[in-house]
T-cell receptor
């Protein structure tokens, strides 16, 4: 199993600003995944972060908007850049450690 | 391509009753995993149960069981003896080989009343 600490749990941000979300895992994992859940919707994969290489982004998501860092095997950050109200969502990080575990989520509201 | 379908937007059940949440999937991979998660209003994703494609027996975890019918490509979640705290959104998800990301269904909102 794995325990993931995700911060912040929620934030209200002004449009045009950026927010960095952190995920810390209590064990070393190869892959970390970042998902977005828009209001009333299901989870959509943003990108896969592998330590030591650039993240792999899904269609519709670009590095300039969602830069990801993965400096070691237990930590990753996702930045939501130049935010607009359409970025208001829950953002979740996930790892696989026997099964797929998730952080507590970051509920972002952009005003 | 892989796909998960949950056709029940909402389900209503009384306390102590059993409820089945439907999930069908589509994949051409011979090896895959099926998951169910509970998402309360707080937004966290709580892992409930996992079934591997080669597992012969249906998975069970306490009050949760997964009715896996491989030929029909269905992986329904059965919750026995519902409790008020079971009220939440439930997601069915699938992945291919281990270490790959999950794809999710649209979810089912379960409401348990007393």
């Amino acid at each position: 199993s794995a325990v993931i600490s995700q911060k912040p749990s929620r934030d209200i941000c002004q449009r045009g600003t950026s927010l960095t979300i952190q995920c810390q895992v209590d064990s070393q994992v190869t892959m970390m995944f970042w998902y977005r859940q828009q209001p009333g919707q299901s989870l959509t994969l943003i990108a896969t972060a592998n330590q030591g290489s650039e993240a792999t982004y899904e269609s519709g998501f670009v590095i300039d908007k969602f830069p990801i860092s993965r400096p070691n095997l237990t930590f990753s950050t996702l930045t939501v850049s130049n935010m607009s109200p359409e970025d208001s969502s829950i953002y979740l990080c996930s790892v696989e450690a026997g099964t797929a575990f998730f952080g507590q989520g970051t509920r972002l509201t952009v005003v | 391509a892989q796909k998960i379908t949950q056709t029940q937007p909402g389900m209503f059940v009384q306390e102590k009753e059993a409820v089945t949440l439907d999930c069908t999937y589509d994949t051409s991979d011979p090896s895959y995993g099926l998951f169910w998660y509970k998402q309360p209003s707080s937004g966290e994703m709580i892992f409930l149960i996992y079934q591997g494609s080669y597992d012969q027996q249906n998975a069970t975890e306490g009050r949760y069981s997964l009715n896996f019918q491989k030929a029909r490509k269905s992986a329904n979640l059965v919750i026995s003896a519902s409790q008020l705290g079971d009220s939440a959104m439930y997601f069915c998800a699938m992945r291919g080989q281990a270490g790959t990301a999950l794809i999710f269904g649209k979810g089912t909102t379960l409401s348990v009343s007393s």
